[in-house]
């Protein structure tokens, strides 16, 4: 049986499965663009969030789904959009070599590669891509990254395409309106 959400299809039986989603950073949690800056001999770099990607992460979380990043840049603005969201483990190398990275954090977590879902846009995703159980690309991402794919989102990279795979997977796995409605819930009580 698949359940399919706005352009993401995914099997239920594979959705079940997944016990870590990993997003790459620039071209899926961003639109891939960099604003690089200096402030008083200080190197400063922004990046701009989708808010809506954001909640989807936290609905993961939400459900007991682990979440991670693994990019190939090194910016204080993802440990910083990291925390904001509570993502787990938060992986950057500015040599790219995700594949390593992710391997190391498998084996502590003690996950294997077939429970794990990773959401890429290009050619420095391949590797991971090639490897765990659901390979996902965001609606704007290279040709490789779309063949090495077996989820193909609609949205854009930075505009949406994270929270269409969030609730693409906790559709398939028949807990979306579950977490909406515990979501809603623990919004409207005082603290």
Same mark, same amino acid.
């Given at each position: 049986?698949?359940?399919? !959400?706005?352009? !993401? =299809?995914? &099997?239920?039986?594979?959705?079940?499965?997944?016990?870590? *989603?990993? =997003?790459? #950073?620039?071209?899926?949690?961003?639109?891939?663009?960099?604003?690089?800056?200096?402030?008083?001999?200080?190197?400063?770099?922004?990046k701009r969030?989708?808010?809506?990607?954001?909640?989807?992460?936290?609905?993961?979380?939400?459900?007991?789904?682990?979440?991670?990043?693994?990019?190939?840049? &090194?910016?204080?603005? #993802?440990?910083?959009?990291?925390?904001?969201?509570?993502?787990?483990?938060?992986?950057?190398?500015?040599?790219?070599?995700?594949?390593? @990275?992710?391997? %190391?954090?498998?084996?502590?977590?003690?996950?294997?590669?077939?429970?794990?879902? =990773?959401?890429? /846009?290009?050619?420095? /995703?391949?590797?991971?891509? %090639? +490897?765990?159980?659901?390979?996902?690309?965001?609606?704007? @991402?290279?040709?490789?990254?779309?063949?090495? @794919?077996? *989820?193909? +989102?609609?949205?854009?990279?930075?505009?949406?395409a994270v929270?269409?795979?969030?609730?693409? +997977?906790?559709?398939?796995r028949g807990?979306? /309106?579950?977490?909406? &409605? @515990?979501?809603?819930?623990?919004?409207?009580?005082?603290?």
């Amino acid at each position: 049986m698949s359940v399919s !959400a706005p352009g !993401a =299809f995914i &099997e239920m039986s594979v959705a079940s499965r997944i016990q870590l *989603v990993c =997003f790459d #950073v620039d071209g899926v949690l961003t639109d891939g663009g960099i604003v690089l800056g200096d402030v008083d001999g200080t190197r400063l770099e922004l990046k701009r969030y989708d808010i809506q990607d954001g909640l989807g992460i936290v609905m993961l979380r939400q459900a007991g789904i682990r979440t991670a990043i693994i990019t190939g840049r &090194e910016s204080v603005s #993802v440990e910083l959009r990291a925390k904001e969201l509570g993502i787990d483990d938060v992986i950057q190398d500015r040599h790219a070599r995700k594949v390593p @990275a992710l391997r %190391r954090l498998l084996e502590r977590r003690r996950i294997g590669w077939e429970s794990v879902a =990773f959401v890429g /846009d290009d050619l420095p /995703d391949l590797g991971v891509m %090639r +490897l765990v159980g659901l390979p996902v690309a965001v609606g704007n @991402a290279s040709p490789e990254a779309r063949k090495a @794919a077996a *989820v193909q +989102l609609t949205r854009a990279g930075g505009a949406g395409a994270v929270r269409e795979f969030c609730e693409a +997977l906790l559709r398939a796995r028949g807990e979306w /309106d579950t977490q909406v &409605e @515990a979501y809603v819930q623990s919004r409207s009580e005082e603290p």
